[in-house]
């Protein structure tokens, strides 16, 4: 085996950082191969979440050969059990590798030093001077469950200053915010998870001295729906002072009946560089804000997930984006509710799939809302052609005339199976289905041996009849010889809708 210099194997584990495995085993290869990987590996050695850190003491024998000589009265007086490992030096300074502070993960490995809150609490403390002394740029902070106010440590100005990437949640006094806000100024990406319904004007002030935020993400999770203040108008009009850098924009509001997002709806037009849009909340747009919407141009826009809204709402972004589109998806049920007037349905789903694949020839993943016409079926067939990247088709039909019948259902299903077989696109890897499309045993067999050659195809359809013993016998044929990748019966129709983690930029 030729032998592979430094610089080429450092590159080769910069790659490998979301496989932990892989990175794990090439320490055991010889100690060029180790001594690369270490640095690589401690750059944020918090991050690897199937490592169960409760167990690997050896993490905490590490930690605590850095914290020996601070902690020894500390720990003899304290009665605290500690491996006799510890009094040795460690064999590389793995802290001065360091980049990253997770506060939950941290003080799990520190907990096994001791059972006792008190012995935790300074321990951690401790750790995190230590940590901060060491690190010589600090660029990711996950401070959810933090009680240490570690921003008035001597070294934390200095070290805050590099901060990158930000996660906290809303149970943190506004006070910690407002400290950091006086160092870390560069943040890029702000992950934020609102576990309290009260505003924190702490969170509102960091938002605002951010020069060149580029990432936000808020996402409700709390069991009060009683709102005594708008917990959110402060922090969109925050964002709204972002719009030269905001690039990704991720929101989850948790409904609370009678609350309506006005300012949410205001801000979203000016927020013109865009290049991810997600949306998941129940808002209503009025006649002057859906005019001021559709007016507007995303001309880097990407990713579009808008939830609950008219169809041509989604025409009409899609029109005046720039071209760039590569995922156009929200829950075809849900819109159905906004499409009452069939008159005009069958219109509106034309128009969204013209303009499809009129402005988006890089779509890769798509929802699509359909009547159940000749001429629906036409144009969507006119897509497939057109959009030689789409990789993932999740359809939806409406019948125009609300005939719902399970030989409406098969005609459905039959004609879907006959345009993939002659126009799917040789990228397309994942259909879902609605409840409107049914597969006969002799269609679905026949459609199977004609995808034979082409990529391994994964089916999301609402319908428990492919459980049946003939159509498990089928199923179970074509995946074995490679057809089928995975064939998933869901009983719920809400259940094909993508999840958060397909919205994700690559």
Not at 420 to 429: G, V, W, Y
Not at 459 to 466: D, K, M
Request: net charge negative; proline share 3%; with cysteine.
């Amino acid at each position: 085996m030729s032998i592979i210099n430094k610089d080429t194997l450092f590159l080769i584990f910069e790659k490998l950082q979301e496989d932990p495995k892989s990175l794990f085993s090439c320490l055991m290869v010889n100690r060029l191969w180790c001594e690369t990987m270490v640095p690589v590996l401690w750059r944020n050695p918090w991050s690897y979440n199937d490592i169960k850190y409760k167990t690997k003491s050896y993490l905490f024998i590490i930690l605590a050969r850095y914290l020996f000589d601070d902690i020894k009265k500390f720990i003899t007086d304290q009665r605290i059990h500690l491996n006799t490992d510890i009094v040795k030096s460690p064999l590389f300074d793995y802290l001065s590798f360091c980049r990253s502070i997770n506060v939950n993960t941290i003080n799990s490995i520190i907990s096994i030093g001791s059972p006792l809150p008190y012995n935790q609490f300074s321990m951690q403390q401790k750790f995190y001077s230590l940590l901060l002394r060491k690190c010589p740029e600090l660029k990711y902070f996950d401070m959810r469950s933090l009680k240490h106010q570690i921003f008035y440590f001597p070294e934390a100005k200095v070290r805050l200053e590099t901060l990158c990437e930000l996660k906290c949640d809303t149970l943190i006094d506004s006070s910690y915010f407002y400290g950091l806000s006086r160092s870390c100024q560069l943040i890029q990406k702000l992950i934020i998870f609102n576990m309290d319904p009260r505003p924190n004007n702490g969170i509102v002030k960091l938002i605002e001295v951010q020069k060149n935020l580029n990432h936000f993400e808020w996402s409700d999770s709390f069991d009060d729906e009683y709102f005594m203040n708008d917990p959110y108008k402060e922090i969109l009009l925050a964002l709204e002072k972002k719009a030269e850098s905001l690039k990704y924009l991720s929101i989850v509001f948790q409904y609370v009946e009678g609350y309506e997002h006005t300012t949410l709806q205001e801000i979203l037009p000016k927020l013109y560089k865009l290049k991810v849009l997600f949306i998941n909340a129940s808002i209503c747009f009025t006649e002057h804000q859906l005019k001021q919407l559709k007016l507007q141009t995303y001309n880097e826009l990407e990713i579009l997930y808008m939830d609950e809204n008219e169809l041509n709402f989604y025409s009409n972004i899609v029109e005046n984006s720039g071209g760039h589109l590569k995922k156009i998806l929200f829950k075809p049920y849900d819109v159905i509710d906004f499409e009452l007037d069939h008159d005009y349905f069958n219109e509106n789903s034309l128009n969204f799939i013209r303009k499809v694949y009129k402005t988006c020839p890089l779509i890769e993943y798509l929802s699509i809302l359909i009547s159940s016409t000749k001429e629906n079926f036409s144009e969507l067939e006119k897509l497939l052609k057109i959009c030689q990247n789409l990789k993932s088709l999740l359809i939806v039909a409406l019948d125009d005339d609300d005939n719902y019948t399970n030989e409406g259902f098969s005609e459905y299903g039959k004609e879907l199976l006959k345009i993939l077989i002659r126009s799917a696109p040789t990228n397309l890897k994942e259909i879902r289905l609605g409840r409107e499309f049914k597969f006969s045993l002799e269609d679905l067999e026949e459609f199977l041996e004609e995808w034979k050659g082409r990529r391994a195809l994964s089916i999301f359809i609402v319908a428990t009849i492919y459980m049946e013993d003939d159509y498990t016998e089928l199923i179970n044929k074509y995946k074995s010889n490679g057809v089928i990748k995975d064939f998933v019966c869901l009983s719920n129709a809400h259940r094909i809708n993508y999840c958060i983690d397909d919205l994700k930029l690559s």
